[in-house]
């Protein structure tokens, strides 16, 4: 189902794409394989940083994670659609701000406003971990400040 926009707005079994949802999704993806894969996207976005890249975007990860001669089957995971990468790279800012020198989500108001990242992370995913900001505006501005 397109929106007024021409964008896809229901996931495959027809429910509406809200951005709660949108957000469990990726907590979805994240939990499986916690905490491995979600390391490894951390340690793929920070090593992209440190050699240099200008601008992470969610097309990037398949070729970084090619370039660290992780295999294929591994290279796949991160082949991900627009609506993952906006939650995940939040995520990502969250729990390293220093990632704001490569990472620039786009303020959007029905994700970013009354959402409690940190809450709906540590109920789907693990209770215990910290993060440095408790949202990613927050850690953006630490990060690029720093």
């Not at 601008?55 to 294929?72: C, K, T």
């Amino acid at each position: 189902m397109l929106n007024a926009d021409g964008v896809e707005a229901a996931l495959y079994d027809g429910v509406t794409m809200t951005p709660e949802r949108r957000v469990e999704h990726a907590l979805a993806w994240i939990a499986d394989g916690y905490p491995k894969k979600w390391l490894r996207l951390v340690n793929l976005c920070e090593r992209a940083m440190t050699e240099g890249w200008p601008r992470i975007r969610r097309g990037d990860l398949y070729v970084l994670a090619s370039q660290q001669g992780l295999d294929i089957t591994l290279c796949r995971e991160f082949r991900m659609d627009n609506n993952l990468w906006s939650v995940l790279s939040r995520y990502l800012l969250m729990f390293r701000p220093s990632l704001a020198s490569a990472i620039f989500p786009r303020y959007t108001p029905e994700l970013d406003e009354g959402m409690d990242f940190e809450a709906m992370w540590h109920r789907d995913v693990a209770a215990t971990t910290f993060f440095r900001a408790p949202m990613w505006m927050a850690a953006a501005k630490r990060g690029r400040a720093a």
